[in-house]
């Protein structure tokens, strides 16, 4: 066969595996993305480490690479362009990355500020945007307590008794599960023990007039907001009590 014939397919193309150490800072931002969007899991837990090898902080790889991602995922999922499946590679691949973020932004060596009670609402399985939520509320100095998903009034109503924590999270991320927040604040207003907590929601379709309306102390846009308002909440109820 004659030198220059190239007998190479498009699927060992596609195989070829791409030494993502050799990539410059923009192209491996942008490697990682398709990764995330392709779920795999082993190469955005390589790629944050280079990331964080390379001196970037653990807030940045988060914010500019693995949410930036997950943005991208989301609108192809709305688009119908992706499915659940494809985009549960993505969430775990997403988690990959996290879990090795996660002790970083959670390090401050300080005592806790404050106790946290956080879950995503009964009905909704998305624990993406709660788990980040989490970890900044970690980094801001909170112990948290997280119930994970699919949390019914019985299972908050338990752990505010266990843990007697100074700030409950609830998470929606369904049109269909928000009101489900509404059901957890009433129950607490009916029990007499709403004031004994701020209650922080949030999740992609909520805004503050629905966080108004159902009762909660703040609506918070996202995982940043969360920490802050959370600080900023209990300092002002310390000072008043
Ligand atoms: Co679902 N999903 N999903 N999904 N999913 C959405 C939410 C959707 C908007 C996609 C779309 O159509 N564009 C749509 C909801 C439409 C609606 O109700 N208006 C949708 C749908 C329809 C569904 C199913 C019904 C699909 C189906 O089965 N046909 C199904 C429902 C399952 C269920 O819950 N019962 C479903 C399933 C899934 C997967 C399992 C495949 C997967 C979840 C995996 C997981 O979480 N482990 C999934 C995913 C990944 C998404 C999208 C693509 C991404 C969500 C995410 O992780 N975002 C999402 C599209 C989108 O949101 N653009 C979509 C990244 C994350 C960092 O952001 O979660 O918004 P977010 O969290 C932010 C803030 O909202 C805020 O801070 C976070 C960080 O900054 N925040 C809080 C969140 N919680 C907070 C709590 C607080 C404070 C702030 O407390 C104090």
């Known amino acids: 066969m004659p030198d220059d014939v190239n007998t190479e397919t498009e699927e060992d193309f596609d195989d070829e595996e791409i030494d993502l150490s050799a990539l410059n800072d923009d192209d491996l931002r942008a490697q990682m993305m398709d990764d995330l969007y392709d779920g795999l899991a082993d190469e955005i837990a390589e790629g944050t480490n280079l990331f964080l090898s390379r001196g ?19 609108i192809d999922f709305r688009d119908g362009i992706l499915f659940v499946p494809e985009v549960l590679l993505s969430a775990n691949s997403m988690k990959a990355g996290m879990a090795i973020l996660r002790p970083l932004l959670a390090e401050t060596g300080a005592e806790p500020i404050g106790t946290v009670v ?16 989490a970890m900044m509320m970690e980094g801001a100095g909170f112990e948290v307590f997280d119930l994970g998903i699919n949390t019914d009034v019985d299972e908050y109503l338990e752990a505010l008794e266990k843990h007697k924590p100074d700030i409950l999270g609830l998470s ?25 907590y701020i209650v922080l929601v949030g999740g992609a379709p909520l805004n503050e007039e629905f966080g108004e309306a159902i009762g909660a102390d703040a609506y918070c846009r996202d995982a940043a907001i969360a920490a802050s308002m959370a600080t900023e909440l209990i300092t002002e109820r310390r000072k008043a009590a």
């Open 56 to 74: 970037w902080g653990p807030d940045k790889v988060l914010g500019e690479v693995l949410v930036e991602g997950m943005r991208i995922v989301g």
């Open 118 to 133: 956080i879950g995503t609402v009964k009905g909704d399985i998305h624990d993406i945007g709660k788990n980040l939520v």
């Open 172 to 196: 929606a991320l369904l049109t269909t599960t928000m009101p489900y927040m509404k059901v957890v604040i009433d129950t607490l207003s009916e029990r007499g023990i709403r004031d004994d």
